[in-house]
């Protein structure tokens, strides 16, 4: 998804619009850190761009060990990352070796570390918890619980993929017919998602969130349709087909995420299947709040009137449509 990234690419091309919100601020940095040999490691650290704004983290090691820097590669087009190396030399006979990272302040600054020995362990540091002890074993539960709220997260904050999840609900009539859609949903982004995550299917990003942005505006005009039941549109008579080929372009979009961590081979496995899971979570969190929300709304006799019915519908059109045209002019000036 990394809508940080349109955020960025927008004000780029046209300047400071703060209209735009969609969880920037959520971007995480990573830091993928490789033992050499006992007394060296290679830390290759990514660092958002967020609207402009370069992430600033200062890599430093405790108990009088070294940090050099290899290569440093700016994104100077408002949007990306940063991406910097680094050789991190320990002293003789360290007990306890220690990276701290200065200057994290906001979001989250993954990291992946990967032994001599072949172990990779994953770790996600924040303010106020910087630093890295480098010969501490981390639990593989630390790693489920890491990613399957990289998952949640990052559905949660989505209102692109949120949005479409609510126009399939009230695009299905009964809830057998929405459960079978919202399987189908699931079944695709989760094949894309693999797909992409493992190398196995690459699509560029831009034409990935265009087309996520026209499933809405799809839905939303299907939905202010009027509903002929002799002669139901496709997409009324085959719901399913509908959310499974959109699930299809979804799951790109969530493989965005996964990729921008930058995982070690091994370790994307459990890292796919946990951030899956995470996504589902995340997902069942935001239709149960949705379901309760529609049923307290149905009580109250103003909201049965048709003036607020549509105002849903027109609302989810106009930011959909903002959205389309604002990543189809990205589209065309990025590829």
């Given at each position: 998804?990394?809508?940080?990234?349109?955020?960025?690419?927008?004000?780029?091309?046209?300047?400071?619009?703060?209209?735009?919100?969609?969880?920037?601020?959520?971007?995480?940095?990573?830091?993928?850190?490789?033992?050499?040999?006992?007394?060296?490691?290679?830390?290759?650290?990514?660092?958002?761009?967020?609207?402009?704004?370069?992430?600033?983290?200062?890599?430093?090691?405790?108990?009088?060990?070294?940090?050099?820097?290899?290569?440093?590669?700016?994104?100077?087009?408002?949007?990306?990352?940063?991406?910097?190396?680094?050789?991190?030399?320990?002293?003789?006979?360290?007990?306890?070796?220690?990276?701290?990272?200065?200057?994290?302040?906001?979001?989250?600054?993954?990291?992946?570390?990967?032994q001599k020995d072949g172990q990779v362990s994953t770790l996600a540091l924040y303010k106020g918890h910087n630093?890295?002890?480098?010969?501490?074993?981390i639990s593989i539960w630390s790693t489920i619980k890491l990613f399957v709220t990289l998952g949640i997260t990052?559905?949660?904050?989505?209102?692109?993929?949120?949005?479409?999840?609510?126009?399939?609900?009230?695009?299905?009539?009964?809830?057998?017919?929405?459960?079978?859609?919202?399987?189908?949903?699931?079944?695709?982004?989760?094949?894309?998602?693999?797909?992409?995550?493992?190398?196995?299917?690459?699509?560029?990003?831009?034409?990935?969130?265009?087309?996520?942005?026209?499933?809405?505006?799809?839905?939303?005009?299907?939905?202010?349709?009027?509903?002929?039941?002799?002669?139901?549109?496709?997409?009324?008579?085959?719901?399913?087909?509908?959310?499974?080929?959109?699930?299809?372009?979804?799951?790109?979009?969530?493989?965005?995420?996964?990729?921008?961590?930058?995982?070690?081979?091994?370790?994307?496995?459990?890292?796919?299947?946990?951030?899956?899971?995470?996504?589902?979570?995340?997902?069942?969190?935001?239709?149960?709040?949705?379901?309760?929300?529609?049923?307290?709304?149905?009580?109250?006799?103003?909201?049965?009137?048709?003036?607020?019915?549509?105002?849903?519908?027109?609302?989810?059109?106009?930011?959909?449509?903002?959205?389309?045209?604002?990543?189809?002019?990205?589209?065309?000036?990025?590829?």
């Amino acid at each position: 998804m990394a809508l940080s990234c349109w955020h960025s690419r927008w004000r780029h091309a046209f300047g400071n619009n703060d209209t735009i919100s969609n969880g920037a601020s959520l971007s995480a940095s990573v830091g993928l850190i490789t033992q050499l040999d006992n007394q060296q490691y290679k830390l290759a650290l990514k660092l958002p761009v967020i609207a402009g704004e370069h992430t600033q983290i200062t890599p430093t090691l405790t108990n009088g060990g070294t940090v050099r820097l290899l290569s440093s590669q700016r994104s100077d087009n408002g949007f990306g990352m940063d991406e910097q190396d680094y050789l991190l030399q320990l002293k003789a006979n360290t007990s306890s070796p220690t990276l701290v990272f200065n200057g994290l302040k906001t979001g989250q600054l993954l990291t992946q570390l990967t032994q001599k020995d072949g172990q990779v362990s994953t770790l996600a540091l924040y303010k106020g918890h910087n630093r890295l002890h480098l010969t501490d074993k981390i639990s593989i539960w630390s790693t489920i619980k890491l990613f399957v709220t990289l998952g949640i997260t990052h559905i949660l904050t989505g209102i692109d993929h949120l949005m479409f999840v609510a126009g399939l609900l009230l695009f299905t009539r009964d809830f057998k017919t929405f459960l079978k859609a919202i399987t189908c949903f699931t079944l695709a982004h989760s094949i894309t998602l693999s797909l992409s995550a493992l190398n196995l299917v690459h699509i560029p990003e831009p034409p990935v969130e265009t087309g996520i942005a026209l499933s809405i505006l799809f839905l939303c005009y299907e939905l202010t349709r009027p509903y002929d039941k002799q002669h139901p549109t496709l997409s009324r008579k085959f719901p399913w087909l509908i959310s499974f080929s959109f699930g299809l372009l979804h799951g790109l979009g969530f493989a965005s995420a996964l990729k921008e961590v930058g995982l070690n081979q091994t370790s994307i496995p459990l890292a796919l299947a946990c951030f899956n899971i995470g996504v589902e979570i995340g997902q069942l969190i935001f239709l149960s709040f949705l379901i309760m929300l529609l049923k307290l709304c149905a009580k109250v006799p103003v909201f049965h009137h048709k003036f607020f019915q549509k105002v849903p519908l027109y609302t989810m059109g106009i930011m959909a449509s903002f959205w389309f045209i604002q990543r189809a002019y990205i589209m065309f000036h990025v590829l």
